[in-house]
């Protein structure tokens, strides 16, 4: 493999149909059990590579260098094979910012509720820091040192302005689930799920229910592509072909 996506479960992966419309290359999907994962890793037999749930912080143990961004974050998702020196990247940090600009959501001095305390969610508690969120409440399913549960948050934070999933509750195939019901939050001005396949979840669309602007995570998916193809090449790509893909993947979404 010279360039691709590595994971767990890679089924509903849209990486590579965007890869491919990024860039002059053949872009596969290698899911890997966590038993492959390690061999994987120490064969370096690849030229870049993306990284996704659940290796986003065990990679980094392989790497010979992470830069300055992702090492603050705590989990990589690119990896460049530079020579033999794998150098690990973050570009979930920039495709998250992308998409709260793009649909003008103001974090700055507002409570947020972050669903999830994986890999996925390290990128977007960074995003939320540099936008100067004034308080971020983590929810976790069970009970953990740091985390409320979301009855807690339903008891303790109902006054959140923004809540954001990266968790994979609702992800496709599991349509039906939610990680949590909106209608006790009666502050909340936008709800951000970072899921893509479905392009609405049930949480996004419960908020859309209740008049609260809510979007899932397509945007962010083309737009970390987008970052990532600029490392795996080392050459800038305008951020405006981020736009026309998103809604091309959008549109194929939609007619499901």
Request: charged letters at 25%; a negative charge.
């Amino acid at each position: 493999m010279e360039y691709g996506l590595i994971g767990e479960k890679l089924g509903h992966s849209y990486s590579k149909q965007i890869h491919e419309k990024l860039a002059d290359y053949k872009y596969e999907i290698t899911p890997l059990t966590r038993e492959e994962f390690p061999e994987f890793m120490k064969e370096r037999n690849f030229k870049a590579i993306n990284v996704t749930i659940p290796y986003k912080i065990d990679v980094m143990e392989y790497l010979d260098e992470v830069d300055e961004n992702a090492m603050h974050i705590g989990s990589v998702n690119t990896i460049v094979n530079k020579d033999g020196k794998l150098i690990g990247h973050n570009t979930d940090f920039n495709g998250f910012l992308y998409m709260l600009r793009k649909n003008n959501i103001i974090i700055k001095d507002k409570k947020v509720i972050v669903i999830g305390n994986g890999g996925a969610s390290k990128s977007i508690l960074a995003v939320l820091n540099y936008l100067e969120a004034k308080d971020i409440v983590i929810l976790y399913h069970k009970p953990a040192t740091d985390t409320f549960t979301a009855e807690e948050c339903i008891r303790l934070h109902a006054d959140a302005g923004v809540i954001i999933n990266t968790s994979p509750v609702g992800m496709y195939p599991n349509i039906e689930a939610s990680p949590l019901d909106i209608s006790y939050f009666t502050k909340c001005e936008a709800v951000v799920d970072v899921i893509y396949n479905p392009i609405e979840t049930k949480l996004t669309l419960q908020a859309k229910s209740l008049n609260i602007k809510a979007i899932t995570g397509l945007e962010m998916l083309v737009a970390q592509a987008k970052y990532a193809v600029e490392f795996f090449l080392e050459k800038e790509i305008n951020d405006s072909v981020i736009h026309p893909i998103y809604l091309e993947i959008k549109k194929q979404l939609e007619t499901f």
